[in-house]
């Protein structure tokens, strides 16, 4: 079968069983809600206050929750060895992976970007910021799905790699951080955003490129 | 013998070529954690040949199996398929082999029948049975459709097998397939791999368990001392 076959199949096998997972697919979402909630509790209800620091308290809890389900991108088909299946396949692993990406992207990033509004909300994040932060989120959280699976592919072979996995990708994670957080700062303080913006799509089609590469020469290393 | 099913051959494979290896193993070496597991180890597959790989646990039949399609590293030696060195043939090559590692390699959240529409989305080849006469053969009629983790282990082994059967590649590489079988699942993959066999189908396969493949020869392969 054609590889735009094997792709869809292996994107709607991975959402399918998200889906009977259902339990799994909510814990990023509440994380998301639950550390974002914590700022205002911990620092009082000042909306000075909260106006200032929203967009980083938005994007770190982002980051974080990107980083809970990152070990199931992998994990789970390195057990049932499945894994080795797709790696076996004539069809480059690279793309087979990066459809396993799209999908852990589409189940875990997009519920966040989706719940971002209502966060923003919360934090009484200035309206005219909000186009930036989803604009941000829709670049970032794909962005942070590639690099992390480059991190859970080099760790899926360890006994423990969860906590490895996160010193690994959180330093890697700071760039992306630093301009999508400063993008949502300067839109609430009315200044243009192009910029930011730009190098963010800029990272995401440069990791959407070679992220897949190394992901597959990451498994083959994992794996052997 | 007539095969209820053709190997995915192409159609031009005169006589005379039948009788040339196609999978070639010379003087493989293979390590693991710094320790040597076997050396110089050779064997030739013709069509419908049958290698048996037998050893203590922890000899390397898994690691030989798992050299052989790629998945593990090769210190020394190589594997060649129809005359060239795997490495210059890989797509062809993955495109030949069916790899059954001891797991199974199937997701328990998913039907039978979810599973093989996954397997065979993953290979390059038409379908050559349709799934439930597949299902059938292995012996899960009627459970195409139930969750894995509903199914015992045995089960969950049949389901895995079923890929053999519509997924036709001439190459099985089988990793302990009878274990978690039962005497009815065992004879059926017995005549599994004969009627692959008779069919021009090759098969390297690791049990310590004897095999009843009637009139097939088998080369017996010991790893260890």
Same mark, same amino acid.
């Given at each position: 079968m054609g590889l735009g076959r094997a792709f869809r199949a292996m994107l709607g096998r991975d959402i399918r069983l998200a889906v009977r997972q259902r339990g799994e697919l909510a814990q990023p979402l509440v994380f998301f809600a639950a550390v974002a909630t914590l700022f205002p509790l911990a620092l009082g209800p000042e909306p000075e206050l909260l106006e200032r620091i929203a967009p980083g308290i938005i994007w770190v809890a982002a980051l974080l929750s990107a980083l809970l389900p990152m070990d199931r991108m992998?994990?789970?088909?390195?057990?049932d060895g499945t894994l080795e299946q797709m790696l076996l396949s004539p069809h480059p692993a690279s793309v087979l992976a990066l459809a396993k990406v799209v999908a852990h992207w589409l189940v875990t990033g997009v519920p966040v970007i989706l719940l971002a509004p209502l966060v923003a909300l919360f934090l009484q994040l200035p309206m005219q910021a909000l186009p930036a932060l989803l604009a941000t989120l829709a670049l970032g959280t794909p962005l942070l799905s590639l690099i992390g699976a480059i991190g859970?592919?080099?760790t899926v072979g360890l006994r423990s790699?969860?906590?490895?996995l996160a010193l690994l990708l959180l330093p890697l994670y700071v760039p992306v951080l630093i301009f999508a957080a400063g993008a949502v700062d300067r839109a609430a303080a009315g200044l243009p955003i192009a910029g930011p913006i730009y190098l963010l799509a800029a990272m995401l089609v440069l990791a959407l490129?070679? !992220?897949?590469? !190394?992901? !597959?020469?990451?498994?083959?290393?994992s794996l052997s | 013998m007539i095969p209820s099913r053709a190997v995915n051959m192409p159609a031009t494979e005169s006589i005379h070529t039948? &009788?040339?290896p196609w999978l070639v193993v010379e003087a493989l070496c293979c390590a693991r954690d710094d320790r040597i597991l076997f050396e110089a180890l050779g064997f030739t597959l013709t069509p419908g040949g049958i290698v048996q790989l037998e050893g203590a646990n922890g000899s390397g039949k898994t690691t030989l199996l798992r050299a052989i399609c790629g998945l593990a590293p090769i210190e020394d030696g190589r594997v060649s398929w129809r005359g060239t060195p795997r490495e210059e043939v890989l797509d062809e090559f993955l495109a030949a082999l069916t790899y059954l590692g001891h797991i199974p390699g199937v997701k328990r959240d998913l039907t039978p029948r979810e599973n093989l529409a996954a397997s065979r989305a993953l290979t390059t080849m038409e379908p050559a049975l349709p799934p439930d006469t597949a299902f059938y053969r292995v012996g899960l009629g009627g459970l195409g459709d139930t969750p894995l983790r509903r199914l015992s282990a045995g089960?969950? &082994?049949r389901a895995a097998l079923a890929r053999l059967l519509?997924?036709?590649?001439?190459?099985w590489l089988l990793d302990e397939p009878l274990t978690a079988l039962d005497t009815d699942g065992k004879r059926m993959l017995e005549r599994l791999i004969a009627d692959h066999a008779a069919a021009g189908g090759m098969t390297v396969i690791s049990t310590h368990h004897a095999l009843d493949l009637a009139a097939t020869p088998v080369q017996r392969i010991r790893l260890g001392n």
């Open positions: 992998f994990r789970p088909d390195y057990e859970v592919a080099l790699g969860g906590p490895l490129t070679l !992220a897949p590469m !190394a992901i !597959a020469a990451s498994l083959r290393i | 039948q &009788r040339d089960q969950i &082994r519509v997924v036709p590649t001439p190459l």
